[in-house]
């Protein structure tokens, strides 16, 4: 069994690879790449699926799709899911030791890379079966086998396109992972569209724009009075206003303002005397893991409830559980939203007005938000190995000590930083985030924080860059 | 079908071009501002001898006025944001004319204010369907339909229910089906432009972005790190090495790739004029290696320059000339790394030499004192002879003013540039000291990261101060003034260089470097200007390093060396309470949407693992019991054990 992953060998040459560069990648030529890769997934996210019949139903991944990067109706319908489940699979399978690699050797390298994309091969054909069987697009019998194949094909197809961009990426190619890549251009893509969409909805009271930016000059132009008209821009309910606009810029500001804030510990190596080291604990310590935990489990249970409506809408504990309904019809886009029980209480209020209307709703949210943020935050730290027990121990094994701290041990000084920045930094993204669904910012706050905390690393990496070369010089 | 709208289009194009604009005027506006009134000190023009008053001149004409804009870049913004600005306001009129797009609007149609008072709408609205009245207006379809709107408008004003209607929905009948276009030209989907659409897109796409791309690659990938071409630093590899002479350099900065287009000599004329430059600067210059035309050109107007023969100069070549100047300050220090990379300390030192000389317009066998303003050879010589003699510019300036020498034929007011040119020139204290930083000691052992911190005083700054420009009125731009500090071994090894740029009075540069093994060791400290010459300084630093062994062990703090045994969080939570735990395991799989299996699969393994880890723990306790060592943390995991119990 442990060896299992050797039955693949045989088909290792027919797996498609991105081989790896032979030397390292200028700067200018890898952010070359990343924004080719970022035009695909682009095309790809803007192209309907053929032979789909437009969906009528209510949008029942509509939560999922800010964390997946996803496009309904079109190639990106997967959006990164396969990404994300494949590796998790993976995770889960060498953790488990159902596969048993020695990351070290090379051929045992070279297999579980191998294994992997297998594997999200799979997923992905899995994937987009299971969404053409469960009637997303239609049902079968109406849109036939044909069209039925031609979609699973499409998906299919899209889905290894994506996992090629990423293993591309980050075979050093690229900047970053793709996932956090197609994440930030899905939701920067969404803001600009909000801004400039050149789209027009005549609804009887005369041409309004969908774009904020394009309305607030159409009206300042074609008002009369030129105060109302700013007004309107400001403050129109049915499509994307200026309030919003700004709002989502100010929760921008905010965010980068706050993911520089750090404590600079310093370490010294005791093996290279000198040589000593910041070693910054950021307040945002989990970086966007507490938002995209919360939302996945939000999300869960927005599902799990939703199909428990449909099944029974009048039994009372599901009711309990959430009411459901679809959105007022004049709206431009329809999907379901939870109108009761728990999943209202849990879900962000859609505008400033609703708030004024339930402001139970509004706290109640409020502290859901905080509190499950700042309970991930901490968690994660134990998942992904950041814990101040992980830290101590791999500092204690690569002899690195806190500089001026010579008797006290280093996990009691970790510990006094890495909890509380892992807690309070889940609640200020939480914060964050409340903070931008009540100001109705576009993209929604989870969007939009992720969106921020990834580019701020791709910053990070690109000043790391400079540093190092900066370095190189000195050291020679 | 999505409609296209034509009128829409215009709005669209309005905002787009508003967007472009607003920024684009701005910054026009600005251009023109610095071009226009930027003052002498932001543009270096400053005149403190009036040996600079020349320097100041020229870069005032250069560098100020309308004249300075005439670069292709803000030529061509400049007639965009002018063409821009003309279809806004073509557009802006049309729309004007258009009126409003399909809106209805009762204040509007009964020609009142908007919020008019009820008495003031009844009144509009009788006198209006007075006016268009069917009966008064017979055969005219327009009075008719105005007559249906006028009533519309008065019904939506005063009707509760329509007024509810037109408010909500924008008309007085209720909720109206949702028409939905997009604001782009009607022609782009005529069926007749199909094919000329489509074209256009299809070279855009595919021949014209790529291309756009693929040049602006090209382009940047030509230039290395410090905006320097790759060309440039491939010749610099092939002719510098350890044994390169200062009196060479010139010849290696003239061969740079920058000024391989330029210096391109086309005519015979041009040929000639080198010769006879050539002729001139020959007693100065070594004989050449190179004879391709470039480089000779290049090497013969630098020659030019550092003789101080310039006046031969016609104007195109005066130009070259000036060019290769502007780019010399980088490309000498591309040339400075490429010596890094060699490791050649030497080769390192002739080339921030070379630089002096570039800067101070000045050779090799020159005396120091030709930097002083209106000093030459002759007063250089009296200078020397003199009593109290001063062969170089240092002893020069530690002579009081009264008694300097070879001022004799100055007038008062060359003089007096003389003696503020001595306080210009830089007066630098060096102080070096070798230490490692650490909390605990200050030896240096074998494999320690040991740090030569150089402070650099400049004594002829004032306290709070920053120092100036650099006093060369030969070097036709104005410098910074920087040092170069050089650590290198006593076989010529570079260990570091690096050029301190800080205008600060007081600068500390830290050179961090390995100890070597045990030993003592000597190093050279250099510390040269980038553009004096005779300000060089040098010095020795010694380094004693001990054997690593003699360092104390390193200590594991014994809360540390615990670590292993202390539970994860997760272990803790799911002997308290296992529902949590399952819950959570949720929560952290949940990333996609499915997968109900593996979250199960995931449980049972974190459990597995558990026990193995709990057993674990027993076992070492168990040991640690029977070897009854360290009671201390044993009491700790007992506590743990209780509690997690």
């Known amino acids: 069994m442990s060896k299992a992953i050797h039955l693949l060998r045989p088909i290792i040459p027919i797996i498609p690879e991105v081989e790896k560069p032979t030397s390292s990648i200028p700067f200018r030529e890898r952010v070359l790449w990343t924004t080719c890769a970022l035009l695909i997934y682009m095309v790809c996210s803007n192209l309907p699926l053929y032979g789909a019949q437009r969906a009528r139903s209510s949008d029942p991944f509509y939560w999922m799709r800010v964390v997946l990067a996803s496009n309904r109706g079109t190639l990106m319908e997967l959006g990164v899911s396969p990404l994300v489940t494949t590796g998790m699979v993976m995770q889960l399978l060498a953790g488990a030791r159902v596969i048993d690699v020695n990351l070290d050797a090379r051929e045992d390298r070279v297999l579980f890379m191998a294994a992997q994309k297998v594997v999200g091969l799979l997923v992905t054909l899995t994937m987009a079966g299971a969404y053409v069987l469960s009637g997303t697009y239609g049902d079968i019998s109406s849109i036939g086998l044909g069209n039925a194949i031609l979609i699973v094909a499409q998906l299919t197809t899209a889905g290894w396109v994506l996992l090629m961009l990423d293993e591309m990426l980050q075979r050093g190619y690229g900047l970053g992972s793709g996932i956090s890549l197609f994440i930030a251009s899905h939701v920067s893509e969404t803001i600009v569209w909000k801004a400039f969409s050149p789209v027009t909805i005549n609804t009887g009271r005369g041409t309004e724009f969908e774009g904020a930016f394009l309305a607030f000059f159409h009206l300042l132009f074609v008002r009369r009075n030129k105060l109302q008209a700013i007004g309107e821009a400001l403050l129109r309910q049915n499509l994307p206003n200026l309030t919003s606009l700004m709002a989502t810029f100010l929760i921008f500001m905010a965010c980068i303002y706050m993911v520089g804030w750090r404590v600079n510990l310093t370490v010294k190596l005791q093996k290279a005397r000198g040589l000593e080291r910041p070693y910054p604990i950021k307040l945002f310590y989990t970086s966007n893991m507490p938002i995209i935990l919360q939302t996945a489990f939000v999300s869960n249970i927005f599902f799990v409830s939703q199909m428990l409506y449909k099944q029974s809408p009048s039994s009372p504990f599901i009711k309990l559980f959430g009411e459901w309904a679809v959105t007022s019809p004049d709206s431009a886009a329809q999907y379901s939203v939870p109108v009761g029980g728990l999943a209202y209480?849990?879900?962000?209020?859609?505008?400033?007005?609703?708030?004024?209307?339930?402001?139970?709703?509004?706290?109640?949210?409020?502290?859901?938000?905080?509190?499950?943020?700042?309970?991930?935050?901490?968690?994660?730290?134990?998942?992904?190995?950041?814990?101040?027990?992980?830290?101590?121990?791999?500092?204690?094994?690569?002899?690195?000590?806190?500089?001026?701290?010579?008797?006290?041990?280093?996990?009691?000084?970790?510990?006094?930083?890495?909890?509380?920045?892992?807690?309070?930094?889940?609640?200020?993204?939480?914060?964050?985030?409340?903070?931008?669904?009540?100001?109705?910012?576009?993209?929604?706050?989870?969007?939009?924080?992720?969106?921020?905390?990834?580019?701020?690393?791709?910053?990070?990496?690109?000043?790391?860059?400079?540093?190092?070369?900066a370095n190189g010089m000195t050291q020679m | 079908?999505?409609?296209?709208?034509?009128?829409?289009?215009?709005?669209?194009?309005?905002?787009?071009?508003?967007?472009?604009?607003?920024?684009?005027?701005?910054?026009?506006?600005?251009?023109?501002?610095?071009?226009?009134?930027?003052?002498?000190?932001?543009?270096?023009?400053?005149?403190?001898?009036?040996?600079?008053?020349?320097?100041?001149?020229?870069?005032?004409?250069?560098?100020?006025?309308?004249?300075?804009?005439?670069?292709?870049?803000?030529?061509?913004?400049?007639?965009?944001?002018?063409?821009?600005?003309?279809?806004?306001?073509?557009?802006?009129?049309?729309?004007?004319?258009?009126?409003?797009?399909?809106?209805?609007?009762?204040?509007?149609?009964?020609?009142?204010?908007?919020?008019?008072?009820?008495?003031?709408?009844?009144?509009?609205?009788?006198?209006?369907?007075?006016?268009?009245?069917?009966?008064?207006?017979?055969?005219?379809?327009?009075?008719?339909?105005?007559?249906?709107?006028?009533?519309?408008?008065?019904?939506?004003?005063?009707?509760?229910?329509?007024?509810?209607?037109?408010?909500?929905?924008?008309?007085?009948?209720?909720?109206?089906?949702?028409?939905?276009?997009?604001?782009?030209?009607?022609?782009?989907?005529?069926?007749?432009?199909?094919?000329?659409?489509?074209?256009?897109?299809?070279?855009?796409?595919?021949?014209?972005?790529?291309?756009?791309?693929?040049?602006?690659?090209?382009?940047?990938?030509?230039?290395?790190?410090?905006?320097?071409?790759?060309?440039?630093?491939?010749?610099?590899?092939?002719n510098l090495n350890e044994h390169t002479l200062t009196k060479s350099l010139p010849e290696v900065l003239a061969g740079s790739a920058e000024f391989r287009e330029r210096n391109l000599t086309k005519s015979q004329a041009d040929k000639d004029e080198i010769g006879r430059i050539l002729a001139r600067v020959k007693s100065h210059m070594q004989k050449p290696s190179y004879n391709h035309p470039v480089v000779l050109k290049g090497n013969v107007l630098l020659h030019a320059h550092l003789a101080r023969e310039t006046d031969v100069l016609s104007q195109s070549t005066?130009?070259?000339?000036?060019?290769?100047?502007?780019?010399?300050?980088?490309?000498?220090?591309?040339?400075?790394?490429?010596?890094?990379?060699?490791?050649?300390?030497?080769?390192?030192?002739?080339?921030?030499?070379?630089?002096?000389?570039?800067?101070?317009?000045?050779?090799?066998?020159?005396?120091?004192?030709?930097?002083?303003?209106?000093?030459?050879?002759?007063?250089?010589?009296?200078?020397?002879?003199?009593?109290?003699?001063?062969?170089?510019?240092?002893?020069?300036?530690?002579?009081?003013?009264?008694?300097?020498?070879?001022?004799?034929?100055?007038?008062?007011?060359?003089?007096?540039?003389?003696?503020?040119?001595?306080?210009?020139?830089?007066?630098?204290?060096?102080?070096?000291?070798?230490?490692?930083?650490?909390?605990?000691?200050?030896?240096?052992?074998?494999?320690?990261?040991?740090?030569?911190?150089?402070?650099?005083?400049?004594?002829?700054?004032?306290?709070?101060?920053?120092?100036?420009?650099?006093?060369?009125p030969r070097f036709p731009f104005p410098r910074r003034e920087a040092w170069w500090v050089a650590l290198g071994t006593k076989e010529g090894k570079i260990i570091s260089i690096d050029k301190v740029t800080s205008a600060e009075r007081v600068v500390v540069h830290k050179i961090k470097f390995l100890a070597p093994r045990a030993g003592h060791y000597e190093f050279d400290?250099?510390?040269?200007?980038?553009?004096?010459?005779?300000?060089?300084?040098?010095?020795?630093?010694?380094?004693?390093?001990?054997?690593?062994?003699?360092?104390?062990?390193?200590?594991?703090?014994?809360?540390?060396?615990?670590?292993?045994?202390?539970?994860?969080?997760?272990?803790?939570?799911?002997?308290?309470?296992?529902?949590?735990?399952?819950?959570?395991?949720?929560?952290?799989?949940?990333?996609?949407?499915?997968?109900?299996?593996?979250?199960?699969?995931?449980?049972?393994?974190?459990?597995?693992?558990?026990?193995?880890?709990?057993?674990?723990?027993?076992?070492?306790k168990k040991a640690a019991a029977a070897a009854g060592d360290d009671s201390d943390s044993d009491d700790d995991s007992d506590v743990e054990e209780v509690h997690a119990d």
């Open chain 2, 1 to 238: 079908m999505l409609q296209y709208d034509d009128s829409a289009f215009y709005f669209v194009a309005l905002s787009f071009i508003t967007l472009y604009i607003v920024p684009s005027w701005y910054s026009i506006i600005s251009k023109v501002n610095v071009a226009l009134f930027s003052t002498d000190e932001d543009i270096g023009a400053i005149s403190r001898t009036s040996a600079e008053k020349q320097k100041a001149v020229e870069l005032k004409k250069s560098s100020k006025g309308l004249k300075t804009l005439n670069s292709t870049g803000f030529i061509v913004n400049f007639v965009l944001t002018l063409l821009c600005s003309a279809i806004f306001l073509w557009l802006y009129f049309s729309v004007q004319s258009n009126g409003e797009v399909n809106s209805f609007d009762p204040f509007n149609i009964l020609q009142i204010d908007t919020g008019a008072e009820l008495k003031e709408i009844k009144k509009a609205y009788k006198k209006m369907s007075l006016k268009f009245h069917p009966d008064k207006n017979p055969n005219n379809p327009q009075a008719e339909a105005t007559f249906m709107m006028v009533a519309k408008a008065y019904e939506a004003l005063t009707n509760p229910v329509a007024k509810e209607n037109w408010e909500k929905y924008g008309n007085p009948d209720g909720k109206q089906s949702l028409a939905v276009s997009i604001g782009l030209p009607e022609f782009l989907l005529n069926v007749d432009n199909r094919n000329l659409v489509l074209l256009t897109y299809l070279v855009v796409m595919v021949v014209v972005v790529p291309c756009a791309v693929w040049s602006y690659y090209s382009n940047s990938s030509k230039f290395g790190e410090k905006d320097v071409m790759y060309d440039s630093y491939a010749w610099y590899h092939h």
């Open chain 2, 318 to 472: 005066g130009e070259d000339l000036r060019y290769m100047l502007r780019y010399s300050s980088s490309l000498i220090d591309a040339m400075i790394s490429v010596c890094k990379h060699q490791e050649s300390l030497k080769a390192a030192l002739n080339c921030i030499k070379f630089g002096q000389y570039v800067a101070q317009g000045m050779w090799i066998k020159d005396s120091e004192l030709l930097q002083l303003p209106h000093f030459t050879e002759k007063e250089a010589g009296h200078a020397a002879k003199g009593k109290p003699s001063a062969k170089t510019i240092k002893e020069y300036m530690a002579i009081p003013n009264e008694s300097k020498k070879g001022l004799k034929e100055f007038t008062d007011e060359q003089k007096e540039d003389i003696f503020k040119c001595c306080d210009i020139l830089p007066n630098l204290a060096v102080e070096s000291k070798v230490y490692v930083d650490d909390d605990e000691d200050d030896n240096v052992y074998e494999g320690d990261l040991c740090t030569v911190a150089v402070t650099l005083t400049r004594k002829n700054v004032a306290e709070g101060e920053k120092a100036g420009l650099v006093h060369a």
């Open chain 2, 525 to 620: 400290l250099y510390v040269l200007s980038n553009a004096y010459v005779g300000f060089d300084h040098e010095e020795s630093v010694e380094l004693t390093t001990q054997d690593a062994s003699a360092l104390p062990e390193y200590k594991v703090h014994p809360d540390d060396a615990e670590l292993d045994d202390e539970p994860t969080l997760f272990e803790e939570m799911m002997n308290a309470n296992i529902e949590a735990d399952s819950d959570s395991d949720e929560e952290d799989d949940s990333d996609e949407d499915d997968d109900d299996e593996s979250e199960e699969d995931g449980i049972r393994e974190l459990t597995e693992e558990d026990l193995k880890k709990r057993e674990l723990q027993k076992a070492r």
């Open chain 1, 345 to 469: 209480y849990i879900s962000p209020p859609a505008t400033f007005s609703v708030l004024l209307h339930d402001p139970f709703h509004a706290l109640f949210y409020l502290l859901f938000t905080l509190t499950a943020c700042a309970v991930f935050g901490r968690m994660w730290t134990e998942v992904s190995g950041t814990s101040v027990r992980d830290v101590a121990r791999q500092m204690r094994d690569n002899q690195v000590v806190m500089k001026g701290h010579r008797d006290t041990a280093t996990a009691k000084i970790l510990s006094r930083y890495i909890p509380i920045a892992a807690a309070l930094g889940g609640i200020c993204i939480g914060l964050l985030t409340v903070l931008a669904d009540y100001s109705g910012a576009i993209g929604s706050g989870t969007g939009i924080l992720l969106t921020v905390t990834i580019i701020y690393d791709f910053y990070e990496a690109y000043a790391r860059e400079f540093t190092n070369v």
